[in-house]
C-alpha cells in the first residue's frame, strides 16, 4: 500500500524484453536503501525489487502489467516517480494507493494558472463510476484531487512543489499517464451493484 506521495524521481538505464516480460534498471537516490523483494511503486505501478546495487535496482513487469500500464511504452532516460510502501504507523498525507493501475489516460491539455499548472485528463468511459467531483486519483502514483469531471474527462491542480519533485512537469498534450481510481470508491460501487 502506498500514500501517492512521492519521495524520489528514478532514471530508466535500460529495459530488457525476456519473453513477455520487461525488466527495467532504475537509478535512484532510494537504491541504496531498497532491499530485495520489497514493494516499490513506479508511476503508480507496484513492483518487486530483484536486484539492489549502491545506485540502481531492476524491476520486472510481466505481460499483464505491460498490457493495463503506460509500461510498455517506457525507454531509456524516462523519469519515473518513486514510492516506498507506507508503514501503519505514518500519517496518510495523501489518499489509500494500492499500486494497480486501472487504466491509462491521455492529457488532453496542460495550462499554467499563475502559481499552479491544471492539466485536462481524458479515460475509457467505462470507468466514470469511479472517479467523482473533488474525489482522490492517482496520476502516475502522484494523490490527487480532481475536479470539473465528465463521463470521460477530469482536470487536477499541480502545485509548484509538484511539478519539481515528480516527473509531472514532461507531461504535455498527448502523454499517456497510469490512472488507479479510489479503492474505497471502487468498494462502494461494487457493493452497490450486488445489493
Aim: aromatic share 8%; glycine share 8%.
Amino acid at each position: 500500500m502506498f500514500t501517492g506521495i512521492i519521495e524520489a524521481q528514478g532514471l530508466l538505464e535500460s529495459v530488457t524484453r525476456s519473453g513477455s516480460n520487461k525488466t527495467f534498471r532504475i537509478s535512484s537516490p532510494l537504491a541504496s536503501g531498497l532491499k530485495v523483494d520489497q514493494s516499490l511503486s513506479h508511476n503508480g505501478v507496484c513492483l518487486t525489487v530483484e536486484s539492489v546495487s549502491a545506485d540502481s535496482y531492476t524491476v520486472t513487469a510481466i505481460a499483464e502489467t505491460l498490457a493495463k500500464t503506460t509500461m510498455d511504452q517506457w525507454k531509456a532516460g524516462d523519469l519515473i516517480n518513486l514510492e516506498q510502501c507506507m508503514r501503519l504507523n505514518d500519517r496518510l498525507d495523501g489518499h489509500i494507493v494500492q499500486g494497480h493501475v486501472d487504466t491509462t489516460a491521455v492529457c488532453i491539455s496542460g495550462e499554467d494558472r499563475k502559481g499552479s499548472r491544471v492539466f485536462r485528463f481524458e479515460f475509457p468511459e467505462s470507468f466514470a463510476p469511479l472517479i467523482i467531483e473533488k474525489g482522490s486519483v492517482a496520476v502516475d502514483g502522484i494523490s490527487l484531487t480532481c475536479f470539473d469531471m465528465t463521463k470521460n474527462r477530469f482536470s487536477v491542480a499541480i502545485i509548484p512543489y509538484t511539478l519539481e519533485h515528480t516527473n509531472m512537469k514532461l507531461i504535455k498534450a498527448g502523454s499517456a499517464v497510469n490512472i488507479e481510481f479510489d479503492v474505497i470508491g471502487k468498494y462502494v460501487f461494487r457493493l452497490a451493484g450486488t445489493m
